[in-house]
């Protein structure tokens, strides 16, 4: 679990942890739908992250946006899985980047603006039946499925892919 | 007026630390260790990032401005990220905030052995120098126009020329817009400064650049500047026959000639 403060948002902290042998995506997806606000976090899918690059910089868009009032998603949680990916429509975003039923690892983010209450992990754990693990972020990505989502399989390979990413993420 | 400007980066982006290093009409470029996403502990306390930033303007209508702010600061770091995914040389990109004028972009260059920043324009003039204070400046090879200044020049023709290669035109070629990296003893030319260029398939404005590149070269270093832009073409022409585009070349070359006859404007309105 780490803590993040951007340097141009002192006031917003966020908290970032990553959880596997997850059992019960399931049940996150269903309680997320209804809109239980015990599960007021976003949920991302860890294979399609590819580094702490790609995380930070969507959350980074993610920030910027709301600061700018240009936020695509209603929530600014919608709106980071939104910025992680590529593509136009905010489903397809929650479809390859959001939780899955058969997702097993997982990386969980709270964004907590001025005012609110600091996200306590504790609640978290209660919240996800899985081990929370310290590992980088990253370590369960899908190089493949990443690059086939952003397109970059035509590149020179020796371009380094969390740039790429983050690149794509600053342009949208 | 450049103080008030200033101030209102400084809000833009509170917290971070800021240092001028450049002022044009278009924008303010900053310079900051600071990473706007990324922790400190994952980088090298030297590194550097640069920061572009384009101020409204008062004189222009508030919605207008904010497009062209906006529009100008969102193409310049598309060409940016474009020209990392073709393997060219240049600042990579870091973030943008298009209705805010910020760019953050990777810091190029370093500095030459007499503390100047590493642009093609301070190495070229450094080197002057030294052959100007030479005191047997008869008998001993030419300083200015050594082996070093050659390789240096031809590079920077290749790397316009894989500029052009993909139908990008750079729009302000001078020689401070070029900055020089060390590679192994070698100096590597990477080109800066996007804010001007576009995509084109019109051979005229890839011999404008040519054209603007060698004007500036004559300006700022008038006494060596025939040799310069001989071995700048050189290495121009090399890449695009490296690359099968001898054909396009000759177009350029052509319409290089017309445009020094000319000059740079096409129509003469305005």
Redesign the interface.
Known sequence: MTT?V???F?ETKILIAQYQNVKNARTIREELIKGNLQFNYAFINAETVAS??HL??A???TL?NHK?K?MKAKTLHSELIFNLSPFKNIMDAFKKFGIADECSNIIVVRISGDGETEPEIGNLDSVVEGERTEEPIGLHCSTALVKKIFKLNG??D??DLS??I???I??R | MSVQLITTAQELLNNIPLNVISQGAEAIVFETQTHPFLPKSNQSPTTKFIIKYRPRKPYRHPTLDLQIVSSRTQSEARLLHKLYQLGIKAPKLIAVDGPNGIIWMESVGGTLPNGETSSLKNMLWFKEKSQEEREDQRNEPNIALDDEVKDIMSKVGGAVAKLHLANIVHGDLTSSNIILDQHNDKWEPMLIDFGLSSYSLLAEDEAVDLYVLERALISTHPIYSKSYNEWLLQGYERTFREAAASKKFTEISRRLQDVRLRGRKRSMLG
Request: net charge neutral; no cysteine; glycine share 4%.
């Open positions: 993040l951007l340097p141009q002192p702490e690059t930070n910089s959350i980074y868009r910027i700018n240009t590149l020179r020796d371009l740039t790429l983050s690149g794509s600053q342009l």
